[in-house]
């Protein structure tokens, strides 16, 4: 029994990355298939701005209740009500013509991708320990990275192949394919985990804490630069260094391979410091301190001669950010208690998404006025300093919550 558990353990932490995996493959597609769109539907670079940001503000919204949601009526039921809902909401895409529908179809997308990121932190708080949650994290921060590989490289030749209509219909039928193996893989695991209601969390009494506001401040500060770039990084390898639709793939590939390679660096840094000794809170703030230097090479991305050397700059960029995120949600698996990790993190994503929306109309109404991607580089390249800051004067010393009575035990625990 306890071997069947183990594995069944690791079917769901592998469920779990590839929802997150599609999830990013869901909500890329727009920006991969900019330029057809924009040549099919005359968008302008405000017209996607507000598409973006459509996708951004409701997700913001959303995620102040899907926390809630997947804390009050558990991981299993939650997170297949999520991904079937996601999948829904990236089909529709095919079937629109119009800014507004497209506008509309964003908006559902966002509301229900919403679910992803704190179903993916509930499940590694679940069904791991503390000494084990940052690989795991980090392990589950790749997931969105090989999404974002994963869709440069076969988005725009499907699109080209079958047509961008086909593109949303495949990718949003993968969702629904993985809703039956979650419920398949399931309902035979610890109840306690998967199926009991969690108490109700106050919102009060979180935001009158330091805790959630450090955990605010470090999604706001951080989350703008990656939504930033999830939107406009194929746009801006085709507006700087003119490269075709064909073109855009490989190099993405590259940027978001790097990126995986943070968030799995973001997992390993924190646990080795932690068993050489380091007591958690430095293994945590001097790990996103790293992060946080490694980002700022990225405000030279449009001084250098060639998408390759671009792809490198921002690829280091993307891995400094991961490995940061990575650390965000190991501090928050950390500081709450697990029956109210999904609410923290909701509302931090809140603050994050809201963040993203400014940056991207931002860079709509930079663009339009020819100030291009130089200032908003530059945001990116100092903001993680400022939320590490933020961080330490609101939380100076970050303690280990209690865990939770209902925690399920598994093999190797």
Not at 101 to 125: M, N, Y
Not at 127 to 139: A, N, Q, T, V
Not at 195 to 221: C, E, M, N
């Amino acid at each position: 029994m306890t071997r069947q558990l183990g594995i069944r353990q690791w079917l769901i932490v592998g469920l779990a990355f590839v929802a997150i995996m599609l999830n990013y493959v869901d909500r890329q597609i727009i920006a991969l298939l900019k330029p057809l769109l924009e040549q099919e539907f005359g968008w302008s670079n405000r017209d996607y701005s507000h598409l973006a940001s459509a996708f951004q503000f409701s997700a913001a919204v959303a995620f102040l209740g899907t926390g809630w949601f997947i804390d009050r009526i558990g991981l299993r039921r939650g997170f297949a009500i999520g991904v079937g809902a996601w999948s829904i909401a990236g089909m529709a895409h095919a079937f629109v013509t119009t800014v507004g529908g497209f506008v509309a179809a964003r908006a559902a997308l966002g509301v229900a991708e919403s679910i992803g990121t704190p179903a993916q932190v509930k499940t590694a708080a679940t069904y791991f320990p503390p000494e084990k949650r940052s690989l795991m994290l980090g392990i589950g921060n790749m997931a969105a990275n090989f999404g974002a590989v994963i869709a440069p490289l076969s988005i725009p030749p499907l699109a080209l192949w079958l047509g961008w209509r086909a593109a949303f219909l495949i990718a949003g039928g993968l969702g629904l394919v993985w809703v039956i193996a979650w419920l398949a893989v399931t309902p035979q695991t610890a109840r306690a985990a998967t199926d009991i209601p969690a108490q109700r969390v106050p919102w009060a009494s979180l935001l009158r804490g330091r805790r959630q506001w450090a955990i605010i401040a470090a999604k706001a500060f951080s989350d703008q630069c990656w939504w930033f770039l999830l939107f406009f990084m194929p746009d801006l390898f085709h507006r700087v260094f003119g490269l075709s639709q064909g073109e855009l793939g490989v190099p993405i590939a590259l940027v978001y391979t790097l990126a995986a390679l943070g968030s799995l660096s973001g997992g390993v840094l924190p646990t080795w410091l932690l068993s050489r000794g380091v007591e958690m809170n430095r293994a945590r703030k001097g790990s996103m301190l790293v992060y946080a230097l490694l980002i700022l090479p990225v405000a030279l991305v449009l001084h250098v001669d060639g998408a390759w050397a671009a792809a490198a700059l921002l690829g280091l960029g993307l891995f400094a950010h991961q490995g940061f995120s990575t650390n965000v949600f190991g501090m928050t698996a950390d500081i709450f208690p697990a029956r109210m990790i999904g609410t923290a993190i909701g509302i931090g994503a809140f603050a994050g998404n809201l963040s993203g929306m400014a940056m991207i109309e931002v860079a709509g109404f930079s663009l339009e006025r020819g100030y291009g991607y130089a200032p908003l580089l530059y945001v990116c390249a100092g903001s993680y300093l400022v939320g590490l800051l933020l961080i330490q004067l609101l939380v100076p010393k970050l303690e280990l919550a209690e865990p939770d009575a209902d925690r399920p035990v598994f093999a190797g625990h």
